[in-house]
């Protein structure tokens, strides 16, 4: 059974750091894309930021720059490091993994979920 476990969430002033991390277990890890999501109260979950093997990453515009997705095979491991945070970025992220041949920004294309991690940014 595959599980994704995420954690580092928080409460940070605008401007401020934080990172993500996700930890799977059920599956080899570094066969599959990995990727994390957002979604802020009454709006559609969103693509945030995904990592095929080690070479491929793609991230959404709003975060290009601010963000940096990264990821530790041998410890299952996923990361998100987060600067220059905005109110903006106040959401439920969400750690999730799929294959390497689908859309990597479409939700349809990612197979486990984790239960996601709050982040809140304060102004």
């Known amino acids: 059974q595959v599980q994704l476990v995420e954690s580092g969430g928080g409460l940070v002033q605008a401007g401020g750091s934080l990172r993500l991390s996700c930890v799977g277990s059920g599956r080899t890890f570094s066969g599959y894309r990995m990727a994390w999501f957002r979604q802020a109260p009454g709006k559609e979950r969103e693509f945030v930021a995904a990592i095929n093997w080690s070479t491929s990453i793609y991230y959404a515009d709003s975060v290009k720059g601010r963000f940096t997705i990264s990821r530790d095979n041998a410890k299952n491991t996923v990361y998100l490091q987060m600067n220059t945070l905005k109110p903006e970025d106040t959401a439920v992220y969400y750690c999730?993994?799929?294959?390497?041949?689908?859309?990597?920004?479409?939700?349809?294309?990612?197979?486990?979920w984790g239960q996601g991690t709050q982040v809140t940014v304060s102004s």
């Open positions: 999730t993994t799929g294959r390497f041949d689908r859309p990597a920004l479409a939700r349809a294309s990612y197979d486990y």
